[in-house]
C-alpha cells in the first residue's frame, strides 16, 4: 500500500500563490508518476499536473499551464505543485495521487491522498 499526505493548503489572497507538497511513504517502487488534481465545490475532479520520478518528465493541465510549476523534492518521496496568478476559481480541494502513467485520466491513478484545502480570497 502507499500513503499520500498532502500539506500547504489554506488562504490565499487572489493574485498570490500556492505551494503544496506530498508525501509518499509505504510501497513506494510501486508507482512512477505523481499528480495533482483540484476538485472545486461542486464540480468534479481535474487534473492539475504530473511528473514521472525517474526521468522528470512533466505533464501540465490547461488549468495549471503557464503558471505552475510541479517539481520532485530533494532526497524524500515528495513533489510540490506551485501555482501563481491565483483567482476565487481555484479555490477547492487540491489531492495528491500515484500511478504507474503520465495521464490526466483520474481513473488511472492507483493511490490518493485526502486532499488539502485551498481557499483563494478575492
Known amino acids: 500500500q502507499v500513503q499520500l499526505v498532502e500539506s500547504g493548503g489554506g488562504v490565499v489572497q487572489s493574485g498570490g500563490s500556492l505551494s503544496v507538497s506530498c508525501a509518499a511513504s509505504?510501497?513506494?517502487?510501486?508507482?512512477?508518476?505523481m499528480a495533482w488534481f483540484r476538485q472545486a465545490p461542486g464540480k468534479a475532479r481535474e487534473f492539475l499536473a504530473a511528473?514521472?520520478?525517474?526521468?522528470?518528465?512533466?505533464y501540465y493541465g490547461n488549468l495549471a499551464k503557464g503558471r505552475s510549476t510541479i517539481s520532485r523534492e530533494d532526497g524524500k518521496i515528495a513533489m510540490s505543485l506551485q501555482m501563481n496568478i491565483l483567482t476565487p476559481e481555484d479555490t477547492g480541494a487540491y489531492y495528491c495521487?500515484?500511478?504507474?502513467?503520465?495521464?490526466?485520466?483520474?481513473?488511472?491513478?492507483?493511490?490518493w491522498g485526502q486532499g488539502t484545502q485551498v481557499t483563494v480570497s478575492s
Open positions: 509505504g510501497n513506494t517502487g510501486s508507482f512512477d508518476v
Open positions: 511528473v514521472r520520478w525517474k526521468n522528470l518528465g512533466t
Open positions: 495521487a500515484a500511478g504507474a502513467i503520465l495521464t490526466s485520466e483520474e481513473s488511472l491513478y492507483d493511490y
